[in-house]
């Protein structure tokens, strides 16, 4: 349902566990026209990936 605040709680819940070192990569953007694009959603998080999990 619109207006309900399913975004907020979403948004605060991924970025306390980003600061809680617990989340590697996250497919959230208030707004973003690229939600439900499944190709930018792969590409995100692959690269988000790329970033945290340092290379061996």
Do not use: C, W
């Not at 349902?1 to 953007?29: N, P, W």
Request: proline fraction near 2%.
């Amino acid at each position: 349902m619109a207006s309900t605040g399913k975004s907020t709680i979403e948004h605060t819940v991924a970025r306390d566990y980003f600061e809680q070192g617990q989340l590697a990569a996250s497919f959230f953007s208030k707004g973003s026209e690229d939600i439900g694009n499944i190709s930018k959603f792969v590409s995100t998080i692959a690269a988000q990936l790329g970033i945290y999990i340092a290379p061996v």
